[in-house]
């Protein structure tokens, strides 16, 4: 047992020798990176920019004057000033992957530690409270935020005032995790200044579980030092903060850096457009202005951006994916009504900024926190189409409600992370409630805004029609003369084919095939008769069907396609574990292209998500895709010469 200690530690007194800190676990059991990660990635930059701007309203001085100010700042900085890289590098060369996505985020890690000038992003908040009790390190106490912050996953920091808490954006605590997605070496720092005027730095990092010099570690490192307790107990506490200006935070507040910022995230314009897209409520009341390096978005400054044609463009009839100058001018200019909204149990009440104009092809509403900032972008139910716009915000009430039905990353009302089954109900009831009352305004401003000309008379067109119908079927069929000049029209007196089919005896008795017969099932999956064009790629002894497209369903995100296909509808693949998929083009005009589709040249690589690795491809046959409950998952991952506009027929090969 002493010998156990004695290693423990020395395992500990090595740990403290270094910058950054990871816990030792006795073997590796997870050999992926934190799916939050890649979740976060896919977000880009504006779900960087609107987690940290998030982040910095929570921690606004509750009784300050003016705005909370976010200075954003992008540059380069000399490797050697990072403090404690060399740990982080150390930890990347002995990371080992288990499958190719890991292996492939690796990869990408090592070809970027070499390089001597470093591209950074930071986040730094004026009129904010910072984090306290740095100086109590590690504590567990739920009054020391900076141990919430620095040392907790997955943990939210909650207000003692209700009402507070309520109007905060935060509510999961993964947001964090955002300023990690956004380094090419997923690592972070934050440097602090509290009320005292004492300044801290700390970070993390998020790597996969590994070996280290002999030692197996979390996946996880935090940029902290630490104090050996004795009896093999720890305490994490954080560094003073006398490092790089970069890492220099002086006045109350919190500051975000984030080295080795990815090329695809560093784009001023995108950032300026992220903030008025998910703030522009803030900005406008002046609870929010942002610096992005020397441009200023504020209140007196918004309306310059949003209504430039460099970063929206201000055709109202092109309003189709970006709504934030038609949101502005609804909120400024368009008078308020209020609706009740209930789930069943409560009533909640909103004022409605709406705007009817017939230049405008897709009506969204902006579904608005009191704290500035917008949820999503609602479709009303049957009315995505509909000439209208509106920003819908409620009080504190309201908000508690709606911050309960957000998902993680803040960006839709969703029932789904419910798992109690009447909050559940409450939420699905209150989502289409909610398109039901604002359809009611919708249908109402179409109503005002096309008004009809009054009672018509129609006495002459209806007989007008009559008797051209009289004619017609006159000139069309025979006629007899019968007493006093009256006539009948004359039949063949044959069925029709339909009237036939429609009628079989059975014993003696007619029976109605329509009402006797019950509908087949259409099964989604259509067996192919063997082509000579598809023979050289179909396997031998294996069926190919065609995907009906109401079983695939296919996204584009950035530089990447899903595509899932729900074979459960299907009796056709039986217990099939695996198939092969094969693509083919098809044009507006429904003609098929089968074989000039090659998928070498068009994506990078193809990953069964079932599987968690590469699928092996043949000119335009993906091969052994893993078929889980009756669900195959594949992820693509597009070269640069991909044609987005391309659609596609599926065959499924087994």
Excluded at 248 to 265: E, M, Q, S, V
Aim: glycine share 6%; net charge neutral; aromatic share 10%.
């Amino acid at each position: 047992m002493k010998l156990i200690e004695r290693v423990i530690t020395l395992q500990l007194e090595k740990l403290k020798s270094r910058k950054w800190k990871f816990s030792p676990i006795p073997n590796i059991e997870e050999s992926s990176f934190n799916k939050s990660l890649e979740w976060f990635h896919d977000m880009g930059v504006n779900g960087l920019t609107r987690e940290n701007i998030q982040n910095s309203l929570d921690g606004r001085l509750l009784h300050a004057e003016g705005p909370v100010v976010l200075k954003i700042k992008t540059g380069s900085i000399n490797k050697n000033d990072i403090p404690g890289i060399e740990d982080v590098i150390e930890r990347i060369l002995n990371l080992e992957g288990r499958n190719n996505y890991t292996n492939e985020t690796i990869n990408h890690m090592k070809m970027k530690i070499n390089q001597e000038d470093v591209r950074y992003i930071s986040f730094e908040d004026i009129n904010t409270r910072g984090l306290t009790g740095a100086k109590n390190g590690q504590s567990n106490s739920k009054k020391d935020t900076w141990g919430i912050y620095a040392y907790n996953k997955g943990v939210h920091f909650e207000e003692d005032n209700n009402e507070v808490e309520v109007s905060r954006g935060g509510s999961h605590g993964i947001g964090k995790i955002a300023s990690n997605a956004a380094s090419d070496l997923h690592v972070m720092y934050f440097a602090n200044c509290d009320e005292n005027g004492e300044q801290h730095l700390g970070g993390t990092v998020q790597l996969i579980e590994h070996m280290y010099e002999g030692q197996a570690f979390r996946s996880t490192g935090y940029f902290t030092d630490i104090e050996l307790l004795g009896n093999n107990i720890s305490k994490f506490y954080p560094y003073e903060n006398h490092f790089h200006d970069v890492f220099k935070k002086d006045t109350r507040g919190l500051k975000i850096i984030i080295p080795y910022f990815r090329a695809d995230y560093d784009d001023e314009r995108s950032i300026i457009k992220s903030i008025c897209d998910s703030f522009f409520i803030s900005i406008i009341n002046n609870k929010l202005e942002v610096h992005v390096n020397e441009k200023v978005v504020s209140k007196d400054t918004i309306l310059n951006y949003v209504r430039d044609q460099a970063y929206y463009n201000q055709d109202i009839t092109e309003a189709k994916k970006e709504f934030t100058p038609l949101y502005l001018d609804t909120y400024l200019n368009a008078p308020s009504e209020e609706i009740v909204v209930s789930n069943g149990e409560e009533d909640f009440h909103f004022n409605l900024y709406f705007t009817y104009d017939e230049r405008i092809p897709k009506g969204r509403v902006a579904v608005v926190r009191t704290i500035g900032m917008k949820i999503e972008d609602f479709t009303v139910k049957g009315n995505a189409t509909k000439p209208f716009n509106a920003v819908l915000i409620g009080g504190p009430n309201e908000d508690a409600y709606l911050k309960s039905l957000e998902n993680e990353s803040h960006t839709k009302l969703t029932k789904d992370h419910f798992n109690d089954a009447k909050l559940k109900r409450l939420a699905k009831k209150f989502i289409n409630n909610l398109s039901k009352e604002i359809a009611k305004v919708i249908e109402e401003a179409i109503k005002k805004n096309n008004p009809t000309d009054g009672p018509m008379n129609t006495e002459d067109i209806l007989y007008v029609v009559e008797t051209q119908f009289k004619k017609d079927l006159e000139n069309s069929l025979g006629t007899v003369k019968i007493n006093k000049g009256k006539t009948l029209v004359k039949t063949t007196g044959k069925q029709s084919k339909k009237e036939k089919r429609n009628k079989r005896v059975d014993n003696g008795q007619k029976v109605d095939n329509k009402k006797d017969l019950t509908k087949r099932k259409r099964d989604p999956l259509k067996w192919q008769r063997s082509n000579d064009e598809f023979d050289n790629t179909i396997a031998e002894g294996k069926e190919r069907y065609s995907a009906h497209p109401e079983i695939v369903e296919r996204v584009i995100l950035n530089d990447k396609e899903l595509i899932k296909f729900d074979f459960a509808k299907s009796d056709q693949l039986g217990a099939a574990k695996v198939c092969d998929i094969s693509l083919s083009i098809i044009d507006g005009m429904g003609t098929e292209y089968k074989n000039e589709f090659k998928i070498q040249d068009n994506y990078q690589e193809i990953i069964d998500i079932n599987a968690g690795q590469s699928c092996d491809f043949n000119k335009n046959v993906i091969k052994n895709v893993q078929i889980e409950n009756g669900v195959a998952q594949l992820k693509l991952k597009l070269k640069n010469t991909f044609n987005r506009s391309l659609k596609f027929v599926y065959y499924v090969e087994v």
